[in-house]
């Protein structure tokens, strides 16, 4: 693992967190998850949800599977974690998720589904669909979105494009969402 952790926000309290893969190469520099170009397509997503990201971010804790920025791959883009890395930061997330309790979990991208639901399941058999997941005894609401990596295509073309909007339409309907939306 490259660079410091990306925590970037005071604790908050908050019935939905978010659950990416791992920083990039700018967010520890940034101090903020989702601070660069993933982040911009993920803020327009919740946009149209009517939550611009200076709110979003004040209001919803973002966790994230592997803590420290993992490195470049050297076919371009960012590493994938490892399984290593993955089982180091595992007890983080599950320290964040025994400490706030949400209701909703919103894991962002294949790894973060796989590790929510402790299977790798393919991107269409998961996104578009409310979901319940068990970790560590304790029941959640589950609803995936896909990365919105600038490298991902899988958003922008069918069948992704079609869940996506069935995905957000979910995510906008959820008590938490709506709860958090009201929030101050």
Avoid at 50 to 63: C, L, P, S
């Amino acid at each position: 693992m490259i660079g410091p952790v990306v925590v970037g926000h005071p604790a908050t309290p908050s019935e939905l967190i978010t659950i990416g893969q791992a920083p990039g190469d700018k967010e520890p520099k940034l101090g903020r998850p989702f601070a660069w170009t993933a982040g911009k397509t993920l803020f327009k997503w919740f946009a149209s949800l009517g939550v611009d990201e200076a709110t979003f971010r004040r209001k919803v804790w973002m966790a994230a599977v592997c803590r420290c920025f993992p490195g470049k791959n050297p076919k371009g883009g960012d590493r994938v974690p490892s399984d290593v890395e993955v089982a180091a930061c595992r007890s983080w997330l599950l320290d964040e998720l025994a400490i706030l309790r949400p209701q909703l979990l919103v894991p962002i991208g294949k790894l973060a589904i796989e590790q929510v639901f402790g299977v790798s399941r393919p991107l269409v058999e998961v996104i578009g669909q409310r979901h319940t997941a068990t970790i560590d005894g304790h029941d959640y609401d589950v609803i995936p979105l896909p990365h919105p990596s600038g490298a991902s295509t899988w958003h922008r073309m069918e069948p992704g494009l079609t869940l996506l909007v069935k995905t957000l339409d979910l995510l906008g309907k959820h008590p938490a969402w709506r709860t958090m939306k009201a929030r101050p």
